[in-house]
């Protein structure tokens, strides 16, 4: 039997198996079946069709690829990145202002590396904002 070879495929893409996307058409716009992920089986859409051919779109350059953000479930521990650049780790709870609005404004990372890949734009976000200056 061959090599199954999804999830260096998904790895290209900077995805794990399972984990959601969407898909943009050339416009921009949404695929009405979003979200898609890969499995072992191929490319699925939310209907759980293997969806070659908008696969191929992808690799083709036709469609795009937009990561759905991680959102964390009452009690995750999650980073965030502190205006000073700093990396914390905090329990979430979606009763919590903070903690809302870190997730509203994209400060709300799975992994202590994701919030690393992230530490400059979020920085930069926050120095923007007049009550930093």
């Not at 191929?42 to 350059?61: C, E, L, R």
């Not at 530490?119 to 976000?125: D, F, G, H, L, S």
Request: net charge positive.
């Amino acid at each position: 039997m061959g090599k199954n070879y999804w999830e260096e495929v998904a790895k290209i893409f900077g995805l794990e198996l399972g984990q959601k996307v969407d898909v943009l058409n050339e416009n921009g716009n949404r695929f009405f079946n979003s979200p898609y992920a890969f499995r072992k089986q191929g490319f699925f859409n939310s209907a759980q069709n293997n969806s070659f051919d908008t696969f191929v779109g992808i690799m083709s350059g036709i469609y795009t690829i937009k990561k759905i953000p991680w959102k964390p479930k009452d009690g995750d521990w999650f980073y965030h990145i502190q205006p000073n650049g700093k990396i914390w780790n905090s329990r979430f709870y979606k009763t919590g202002t903070l903690d809302r609005l870190l997730y509203k404004s994209g400060n709300c990372f799975k992994t202590k590396e994701e919030a690393k890949q992230n530490a400059t734009r979020i920085v930069e976000m926050l120095k923007s904002d007049e009550l930093f200056k």
